[in-house]
């Protein structure tokens, strides 16, 4: 799938910082080894809302501090424009779902070009990969890590949460969670047949209505957690440095999409990382589109708000805390951003800011106190280093003056 245009990168004066990220996983902030990036991407059926630019822009930091440490970053990313939510929505306004898709794909290229995010370097749509995630289902069920349900009219595959040793270790839940998420999150805990509640779909067997392809165990089409196993593992192998997404992929998503990825290699772990961002809220309530209560990045570009500005307004809180959004919160980024504009320091200060706002990003993107670090080289009115910060501000932080 056609990705967007790579931005301009500037190269950023001084010496850089090894990133350090949290791991869910084992719970602690430690480096980071390695280039390979997985994040997953979005279901086209509605577009970019600030949620979904809270977690992009946030792994657009990632790539920007890799390559400042000198990696040749590998990232992919998937979109899921076969699953359930984009037929139900497409049904609903009476569009096929495959235009629908595409059109939601298209804005999504545009407000990532409009927020300055450095593309994957593989965009890869769920049909695109139908052939991949048939063999790594083949490989699961021959190794018995998946079986097909008992059920003469659709004999659905199914992965066995006993498949890897340590299932559950990715999001350190209990079983009392897992069950919780696992139904609210696109599971099927009553699906007959199944050896364990929990145990996650991988081929769906066709039914009237559903698109379909051919495949050794009969037509039909991918669960949602295989798709991102088979894209990440045939591109930046098993194990990769990091795979990212919203806390809310923390269960079951992120888990079986490991579980699955190390089954079929045997790998111990799929990512030597895997970080999370938290959920942007609107009031004090959680952005979805079942409430309607979102803000649309289109919306506020067309309404002439400078994505620098959104950027800012984004990075203004720590990436893995719940945070939210309001109009305030982007007029306070706006006139940050036109202080930034104006102020200044020498070039010999400018270098030393710079390496500052590394350091702090560099410490599990500490975004509040990067920008802290940028406002107090603002108070200053010596315009010899602006330059100097200019270039680390698209550089590191996406932000362009």
């Known amino acids: 799938m056609r990705s967007w245009p790579i931005p301009t ?27 390979g990036l997985y994040v997953c991407g979005i279901t086209p059926y509605d577009s970019t809302h ?4 809270a977690t992009y822009v946030t792994f657009d930091l990632v790539y920007r501090l890799l ?43 545009t407000d990532m ?36 349900v008992d059920d003469e009219e659709y004999p659905d595959i199914y992965a ?25 999150r696109g599971g099927d805990p009553e699906r007959p047949g199944k050896r ?34 088979a894209i990440a593992a045939n591109r930046l192998g098993v194990p990769f440095a990091v795979q990212g997404g919203g806390s809310d992929l923390k269960f079951p998503h992120h888990e079986f999409s490991a579980s699955h990825a190390e089954a079929a290699t045997g790998q111990e772990r799929m990512a030597g990382h895997y970080v999370h961002t938290g959920m942007i809220g609107l009031e004090g309530t959680k952005m979805s589109k079942s409430l309607g209560n979102l803000v649309f990045v289109h919306k506020l570009t067309e309404q002439g ?16 805390d719940d945070r939210d959004w309001s109009d305030e919160i982007l007029a306070h980024a706006t006139e940050r951003l036109n202080k930034w504009r104006h102020g200044g320091r020498s070039v010999e200060e400018t270098r030393d800011y710079i390496q500052r706002l590394r350091e702090r990003l560099a410490d599990d993107l500490d975004t509040p106190g990067a920008l802290a670090v940028v406002d107090e080289w603002a108070e200053g009115s010596d315009p010899a280093g602006r330059e100097l910060i200019t270039q680390a501000l698209d550089g590191l932080l996406g932000v362009r003056l």
């Open 9 to 35: 990168v500037p190269d950023v004066p001084g010496d850089a910082v090894a990133l350090s990220l949290y791991d869910s996983a084992d719970e602690e902030i430690r480096p980071v080894e390695g280039s």
């Open 50 to 53: 600030l949620g979904h630019a």
């Open 67 to 109: 390559a400042d440490n000198g990696e040749d970053v590998h990232y992919v990313q998937n979109i899921t424009d076969v699953d359930d939510p984009l037929f139900e929505r497409a049904e609903r306004d009476g569009v096929d779902w495959r235009e629908l898709g595409e059109s939601q794909v298209e804005l999504f290229r």
């Open 113 to 148: 070009e409009q927020l300055n995010v450095i593309p994957p370097r593989h965009y890869i749509g769920a049909m695109e990969a139908v052939d991949e995630v048939i063999e790594m289902v083949q490989k699961l069920l021959d190794v018995g890590a998946a079986y097909v």
């Open 160 to 184: 066995s949460i006993d498949a890897t040793k340590h299932f559950g270790y990715e999001s350190n839940y209990s079983r009392e969670q897992m069950e919780e998420f696992f139904a609210e």
């Open 196 to 229: 364990d509640p929990l145990d996650a779909l991988l081929w769906r067997v066709h039914r009237e209505g559903e698109p379909s392809w051919n495949s050794p165990f009969g037509a039909g089409r991918p669960g949602w957690h295989i798709e991102c196993s």
């Open 305 to 320: 708000e400078d994505p620098s500005a959104i950027r800012l307004g984004i990075l203004a809180g720590h990436y893995r």
